[in-house]
């Protein structure tokens, strides 16, 4: 089974006086089918954290393995196909290619790494349905609503099947019923495919749907209820 293992990780950036401290010795675990949300003020260090949970900034210090597997030991070109293979990434606009139909979104991940054949399709296919847009598959995502453009992000998230996913924000752009409806695909998804989900909110809905909250505060990560 998936685990993630994050062990006093801390990440400074430098300026042109002392260094910036952004993250104080964080440490975190999550195993396969668990959710997380990490809660926080503005500035507080929560997408830094995620990113560095993404593999797309190195922590300062501290390590992060995922199934006992260190990513930043690898080479770039091996980091990224890592990247895309084992991580989902939802955010909080939905980054669709507003060119691509809705099917053709979701399987831009699988092209990457050259699998865009017949299973990604099938799969891509199954995922729209089981979010509820199999009726959309040649939209735009201009053609279709905040919900559903979140929806689809959702399922191009987890077209690779990764070991985790995460969310920044993923709701913060859409209204109280709305963001209903997706949180529960977000936890459902993963939790039907043992996927690990880590999600960083300023929504005390979302977080209370979450199986534990975390609260990210000057730095330092601490039970959040």
Do not use: W
Not at 90 to 98: G, S, Y
Not at 114 to 124: S, T
Not at 151 to 164: C, H, K
């Amino acid at each position: 089974m998936s685990e993630l293992a994050v062990t006093n990780v801390t990440k400074e950036y430098p300026t042109r006086a002392e260094p910036l401290v952004v993250l104080r010795g964080v440490s975190l675990a999550v195993a396969a089918g668990e959710n997380v949300a990490i809660l926080g003020p503005s500035g507080s260090g929560k997408s830094t954290l995620l990113y560095i949970l993404g593999t797309l900034e190195r922590p300062t210090s501290g390590t992060v393995t995922i199934d006992g597997s260190d990513p930043f030991a690898l080479d770039e070109p091996a980091l990224a196909k890592f990247r895309n293979t084992a991580i989902g990434f939802v955010f909080q606009d939905h980054h669709l290619l507003p060119q691509c139909s809705v099917l053709e979104n979701v399987l831009v991940p699988t092209i990457a790494i050259g699998a865009a054949g017949k299973d990604a399709v099938a799969r891509a296919r199954a995922l729209l349905d089981r979010v509820g847009l199999a009726h959309r598959l040649e939209y735009r995502p201009a053609e279709l609503s905040g919900g559903e453009r979140q929806r689809v992000a959702i399922a191009r998230a987890m077209i690779n099947r990764p070991r985790l996913l995460l969310a920044d924000e993923p709701t913060g752009n859409l209204d109280r019923t709305t963001a209903a409806a997706v949180a529960r695909l977000l936890l459902e998804l993963p939790r039907e495919e043992q996927t690990m989900l880590v999600v960083v909110t300023h929504s005390l809905e979302l977080a209370g749907m979450m199986g534990r909250r975390y609260e990210l505060d000057d730095g330092r990560l601490g039970a959040g209820g």
